[in-house]
C-alpha cells in the first residue's frame, strides 16, 4: 500500500511550492515532497517577472508589454498573459504586505549589494524603501564581519550607473562582538530578540543605530546587508529607521540570504495553512507507469524506496543546476521521468564560446504543452496526469531574462490548479 | 626556474617534474583541435571522502541550519568540519582533524541542508573518529567512553535499577559525577525501570505469545490467519532499559493489527558511539546487529524500531561507516514504526475512527533525526482526525540535547541555549505534556519544562488498544 493524495508535487522551491498551494486552495489533498531543504534561501527574495528580452533589451519598464516579443514557446507564450497575471495575483494573495510591488505592472529597480539595479516585479517589504528610482539620499552600511557586503564598492558602483540620489557608505562594528564570518542567520536572531549588548543596558537594535548614527550626514535613508530579522523584519527595521530619524532597507544578499528564508517560511506556512502536506529529506528516485498515466512513485528515505500515489504528480525538480534536469558527456536528460529534452544533437552546439552568449543549455529543460503537460519529440502528452513547472521547464533563460520567478510562479500557479481540477473530478 | 638553480644533488624540488627534451616547445600545441575533456581522475573506490568536498559549492546553508554554531562562537560550523577539513587532509589516514569536531553534536541537520550532497555527517564521524583514535587516555576520554557504551552501563544497572536510580540521583553523587568525570549534575539520570523490555518480553512468552496475538487479531480483522505480517523489533537501549512503555506500545499495537513480532538479540544502535568517536566500539556493536537482525531479515522479517536515532543509525550510518556482510540488506530493511504502518495499513482510517479522550492534549518535537529521515511530519499528520488529543508543532529546532551531548559539563550551557527556543515554543503551545519519538529529546523537553512526554506509540496504543 502507498501513501495517497490526490495531487502529489516533486520539488519544494517557488514552483513546488505555489503548485501545492494553489491546488491545496482547490481542495485537492496535496503533498509535497522535497530532497533537501528548499533552495529558496539561496535566493535573492526579489520577484522577477521579466527584466530583458531575448535579445537583451532592457532593463524593461512594462514586463507585460513585452510577453509579445518573446518566442511562442517561451512558457509565457504558452500560459498567455491573463495566465500570467493570475499567477501574480496568487502570490499577492499569499504574501500580503509582506511582499510590495503590485500596485503597477511596471518593473521596480532594487540595488543588488554589487551595487547593480536588478529589474524585479515584487520585492519583500524590507527593500521598499531602498528603491533606485527614490530620489532620496542613501547611506549604505556594511557589518565587520559580515564580509559579503562592501558598502564603499555598492555606493560607488550606484552612483556610477546614474542613480537619481546621493550615495554614501559606512562600515560599523555589531554592536554584540561575533566571530569572524559568523552567519548572518546569527545577526539575524540577535536582531529578532533585540539582544541585550553587555555593558550598555540597552537593545542591540538601539546599539546598532547609535553606531551608524554619526556616518548618517544628510542621508534620509539607510540600507542595510539583509540581516535585520529573520522573524520579525518589519519591528527590526521601524525600530532602527525610528532611532536613526531615517528610512531603513535591506540590500538582498548572496546565500543564505535573510529574505529568501523569510519567503520559504512564508510560502510553507501558507501550504500548511491550506491543509497541504510536505516532507523534506527524501529524493522521489523512480515511478511505475500504466501506459500513460503515472501510477506510483517511490521516494527514497535513508535507503528504503516509500510508495506515494496519486490521481496527479507535478514535476518541479528545477533545471540543470538543481539536478531537474541532468546531462553526460551525450545526452541531456529529465532524470526522473526520462520525458523528452529538445536539444541539439551535437553537444558542441550546446553551447557559444561567448560567456554571455545565447547558449542553448541556458533553455533546456521539458517541453510542455499549453497545459504545462510535458510532451514527446512528436508532441504527445509523455503522461496523461504528470505537469511541469519552474526550472524544470525548458525554452527559458531565466539568467538573461530575469524571468525565474515569474515563469515559477505562474507555471506552478497554472499546473497545480489544472491538478487539483482533473484529480477531484 | 632554470636549469642552473636546480639542486645538483640529482633530486627534484617538491613539485618540479625534471625536464624532458626541448622546453622551449609547447607539446599540446598540435594537439589543440583534438582536445577532449576526460575524466583524470578515476571515481574512488574506498572510503576516502575527500571527494565529497568537491561537492561544497560554499553556500553556507549548513552554517545557517547548525543548532550548535547558532549559540557556540568558538564552533566554526559545518562548512569547516567537513569539506574544509576534507579538502584540506594530504593522507586520508594520517592527517590529524582539528579538535573543534568534538563540539559537534551529530544532530546531522547539515545533511539536508546542503543542496550538493556533501556528506557531512559521513565526514563528521569519521573525523571524530580519528581525532578520538590519536588522543591520548584523559579522564574525558573515559567519560565519553562510559557515556558512549550506555548499554553497558544500563544494562549493570538494570540489575539492581532501585539501587541504581537511588545512587545515582543522590546529590553528592551528581557532584563527583561532574567533578570526577565532567558529567554534568544538572542532569537527573533517567530511571532505570523495574523491569527490562526483555525480560517482559520473556516473561510474556516471546515470539510463540506474539504469534498467538497476531493469529487473534488477523481473525478478528478478517485477515488470513497465515497473512504475511512479520516484523523484527530493534527496541535500542532506552526502551528497554529506560522506557519498556515505549516498548510495550510498539508490541501491543503491532500485534493489534495482525503483526507477529520477533525480538532479535541485539547490542546499542551505535549512535552515541559515532557522536563520541568511538567507531570500533560502534562497529562491533554493528556486526553483531547485522548478524542477528539479518538474520530474522532472511527469514522474511522487516525490521522496526522505534527511536529515530536507532532507525537513523541503522539505515544511513552503518553502510556510510561499515563494510560487513549484509549491512546493506539491514539498512534496506529497517523502518520507522509509524513509517511502516502508513505503508502498510491504512492507519490514518484506524485513527479517524478513534478516540483517545483520556490523554491530554501534547506540544510535539520533531527530533532531528527524524527530520533528516523525511518523517519529521508524520505524527502531526497521523493524528491529524483523532479525536481527543490536539498536537501543536514547536517548529523545526533542535532540543540541543543530542544523546550525550548535552551530558557533558562542558557542553551542558550550549546545550540548553540551543534548546531555549524548543523550551519557549513548548511553553506557548496550548498544551502541558510532551510527545517525540527520540528519547533523549524527551529527557531534555522533560528537563526544560517539567512536562511529561510521551511517544506516538503510546498515543496509538490509547486509541487502537486500550480504547
Redesign the interface.
Known amino acids: 500500500?502507498?501513501?495517497e493524495q490526490d495531487v502529489l508535487v516533486i520539488g519544494g522551491g517557488i514552483a513546488g511550492l505555489t503548485a501545492a498551494i494553489s491546488a491545496a486552495r482547490e481542495g485537492a489533498s496535496v503533498r509535497l515532497?522535497s530532497y533537501?531543504?528548499t533552495?529558496l534561501?539561496?535566493a535573492s527574495g526579489l520577484i522577477d517577472l521579466l527584466g530583458y528580452t531575448p535579445d537583451g533589451e532592457g532593463p524593461l519598464e512594462d514586463p507585460y508589454d513585452a510577453l509579445e516579443t518573446l518566442p511562442a514557446d517561451h512558457p509565457y507564450r504558452l500560459l498567455g498573459e491573463a495566465r500570467v497575471r493570475e499567477g501574480m495575483a496568487t502570490f499577492d494573495e499569499i504574501t500580503g504586505d509582506r511582499y510590495r510591488g503590485e500596485h503597477t505592472d511596471a518593473n521596480a529597480l532594487v540595488p543588488t549589494f554589487g551595487g547593480t539595479v536588478k529589474p524585479t516585479a515584487r520585492y519583500p517589504a524590507g527593500a521598499a524603501a531602498g528603491l533606485a528610482s527614490d530620489p532620496r539620499s542613501t547611506l549604505f552600511v556594511g557589518i565587520e564581519r559580515v564580509p559579503d557586503f562592501e558598502p564603499s564598492i555598492a555606493a560607488d558602483r550606484l552612483a556610477a550607473v546614474g542613480v537619481p540620489f546621493d550615495t554614501s557608505a559606512a562600515t560599523v562594528e555589531f554592536p554584540i562582538p561575533?566571530?569572524d564570518d559568523?552567519?548572518?542567520?546569527?545577526f539575524a536572531?540577535l536582531l529578532d530578540a533585540n539582544e541585550t549588548v553587555d555593558g550598555a543596558g540597552e537593545g542591540v537594535r538601539r546599539a546598532l543605530a547609535e553606531t551608524v548614527k554619526p556616518h548618517l550626514g544628510d542621508a534620509e535613508r539607510v540600507g542595510f546587508p539583509a540581516i535585520l530579522g529573520q522573524d520579525h523584519p518589519a519591528e527590526v527595521r521601524d525600530d532602527l529607521a525610528s532611532a536613526l530619524g531615517a528610512d531603513v532597507f535591506e540590500v538582498p544578499m548572496g546565500?543564505?540570504n535573510l529574505p529568501g528564508?523569510r519567503l520559504e517560511s512564508l510560502l510553507y506556512d501558507a501550504l500548511e495553512a491550506a491543509g497541504g502536506?510536505?516532507?523534506?529529506?527524501?529524493p522521489v528516485v523512480s515511478y511505475s507507469a500504466d501506459g500513460e498515466v503515472i501510477e506510483q512513485v517511490a521516494?527514497d528515505?535513508?535507503?528504503?524506496e516509500?510508495?506515494m500515489t496519486a490521481e496527479q504528480y507535478v514535476l518541479a525538480t528545477g533545471g540543470l543546476e538543481?539536478d531537474g534536469i541532468g546531462a553526460t558527456r551525450e545526452q541531456v536528460t529529465e532524470p526522473l521521468f526520462d520525458c523528452h529534452v529538445p536539444q541539439p544533437a551535437d553537444r558542441y552546439d550546446w553551447f557559444e564560446d561567448d560567456v554571455f552568449g545565447d547558449h542553448a543549455f541556458a533553455r533546456f529543460g521539458v517541453d510542455v504543452a499549453a497545459d504545462l503537460r510535458p510532451q514527446t519529440a512528436d508532441g504527445d502528452p509523455e503522461f496523461g496526469n504528470l505537469r511541469a513547472a519552474g526550472g524544470v521547464v525548458g525554452n527559458y533563460d531565466y539568467a538573461a531574462q530575469k524571468c525565474g520567478s515569474g515563469v515559477s510562479i505562474a507555471t506552478g500557479h497554472g499546473a497545480g490548479q489544472r491538478a487539483a481540477e482533473d484529480a477531484t473530478q | 626556474m632554470s636549469d642552473s638553480e636546480l639542486p645538483d644533488d640529482g633530486t627534484t624540488p617538491p613539485g618540479e617534474q625534471a625536464p624532458a627534451g626541448d622546453q622551449s616547445e609547447p607539446v599540446f600545441e598540435s594537439e589543440q583541435e583534438e582536445f577532449e575533456p576526460v575524466q583524470v581522475f578515476p571515481e574512488s573506490e574506498d572510503m576516502d571522502l575527500r571527494s565529497g568536498a568537491d561537492k561544497c559549492t560554499k553556500?553556507?546553508?549548513c552554517?545557517?541550519?547548525c543548532p550548535v554554531?547558532?549559540v557556540d562562537?568558538?564552533f566554526?560550523?559545518p562548512q569547516f568540519q567537513g569539506p574544509e577539513q576534507w579538502r584540506l587532509t594530504n593522507d586520508a589516514e594520517d592527517d590529524d582533524f582539528d579538535d573543534s569536531v568534538m563540539q559537534c553534536s551529530n544532530c546531522m541537520r547539515c545533511d539536508?541542508?546542503?543542496?550538493s550532497g556533501v556528506p557531512f555527517s559521513q565526514m563528521h564521524n569519521t573525523a571524530r573518529a580519528r581525532h578520538v583514535s590519536d588522543q591520548r587516555l584523559s579522564v574525558k576520554k573515559i567519560r565519553n567512553r562510559l557515556l558512549a557504551n550506555y548499554r553497558s552501563s544500563a544494562w549493570l544497572a538494570s540489575k539492581v535499577p532501585r539501587l541504581a536510580n537511588a545512587a545515582m540521583n543522590f546529590g553528592p553523587a551528581r557532584w563527583i559525577g561532574e567533578k570526577v568525570l565532567g558529567v554534568s549534575k544538572e542532569r537527573e539520570f533517567p530511571a532505570f525501570a523495574t523491569e527490562t523490555f526483555r525480560e517482559w518480553w520473556a516473561a510474556r512468552g516471546g515470539h510463540a505469545t506474539s504469534v498467538d496475538n497476531a493469529v487473534a487479531a488477523r481473525e478478528r480483522r478478517g485477515e488470513a490467519a497465515d497473512a504475511d505480517k512479520q516484523v523484527a523489533y530493534f527496541h535500542g537501549c532506552y526502551a528497554n532499559y529506560n522506557t519498556p512503555e515505549v516498548a510495550r506500545a510498539m508490541v501491543r499495537v503491532y500485534e493489534e493489527l495482525g503483526y507477529e513480532i520477533v525480538v532479535p538479540e541485539q547490542g546499542c544502535s551505535g549512535t552515541p558511539m559515532f557522536a563520541n568517536g568511538f567507531l570500533d566500539d560502534a562497529e562491533r556493536h554493528a556486526e553483531k546487529n547485522v548478524a542477528n537482525v539479518g538474520a530474522a531479515i532472511e527469514e522474511g522479517y522487516d525490521v522496526i524500531a522505534s527511536c529515530s536515532s536507532c532507525s537513523?543509525a541503522l539505515?544511513?550510518e552503518y553502510?556510510e561507516q561499515f563494510d560487513i556482510d549484509g549491512i546493506a540488506d539491514l539498512?534496506?530493511?529497517?523502518?520507522d514504526a509509524l513509517?511502516y504502518l502508513?505503508?502498510?495499513?491504512?492507519i490514518e482510517e484506524l485513527l479517524a475512527d478513534a478516540s483517545v479522550e483520556a490523554l491530554p492534549d501534547v506540544a510535539y518535537h520533531a527530533p532531528c533525526h527524524s527530520?533528516?529521515?523525511?518523517?519529521?511530519?508524520?505524527s502531526l499528520?497521523l493524528f491529524e482526525d483523532l479525536d481527543g488529543i490536539d498536537v501543536t508543532d514547536v517548529g523545526d529546532s533542535c532540543s540541543g540535547i543530542s544523546g550525550t551531548y548535552g551530558w557533558k559539563e562542558e557542553k551542558y550551557d550550549t546545550s540548553m541555549k540551543i534548546g531555549e527556543e524548543m523550551f519557549e515554543h513548548m511553553e506557548g503551545a496550548p498544551a502541558e505534556h510532551g510527545m517525540t519519538e527520540c528519547p533523549t529529546c524527551s529527557m531534555q523537553m522533560e528537563h526544560g519544562t517539567g512536562y511529561e512526554i510521551t511517544h506516538p506509540l503510546e498515543v496509538i496504543e490509547a486509541a487502537l488498544v486500550d480504547g
Open positions: 500500500m502507498a501513501i515532497v533537501k531543504e533552495t534561501r539561496h561575533l566571530r559568523a552567519k548572518k542567520t546569527r536572531h546565500p543564505p528564508l502536506r510536505f516532507e523534506v529529506g527524501s521516494i528515505r535513508s535507503g528504503q516509500i510508495p538543481s | 553556500v553556507g546553508s552554517d545557517a541550519e554554531a547558532e562562537d568558538d566554526p560550523g539536508n541542508a546542503c543542496p537513523m539505515r544511513q553502510p539498512s534496506a530493511h529497517t523502518y513509517e502508513r505503508i502498510h495499513e491504512d527530520r533528516n529521515q523525511g518523517l519529521a511530519r508524520q499528520e
